[in-house]
């Protein structure tokens, strides 16, 4: 963690196939759906059904990454996902946002 800065780390394990997580994850509806994101998201690296890393900069925060891993575990899929250089006054709040969005990605598959 550097000067005014924290990180947030996830770990999920989803029964359902990579190929319909990494739907779920880059389908415009699919993400309106479980995600929401706010406007300043882009994302910088894709790596089909194994990597997904977004450049997070909503208006009036500082620029942070949200990096999602995927791994097949059979026909489950474990997600990781880190949340890199995160305002350290909003850390707790991307804790609770971040949870919530995970439930209803699960929901969503």
Known sequence: MTEGRCEARFTR??????????????????????????????????????????????????QS??????????QRTLLVLDHRRIDAALGMRYMGDWTRALERLEVSL
């Not at 990454?65 to 059979?74: D, H, K, P, W």
């Open 13 to 62: 394990r989803y029964d359902a196939p990579i190929a319909q997580v990494w739907l779920a994850l880059t389908d415009p509806a699919s993400v309106a759906r479980w995600l929401a994101p706010p406007a300043g998201v882009e994302v910088v690296r894709s790596e089909r059904e194994r990597l997904l890393e977004l450049d997070w900069s909503p208006p009036g925060e500082p």
């Open 65 to 74: 990454v949200v990096r999602i891993e995927l791994r097949a575990e059979g």
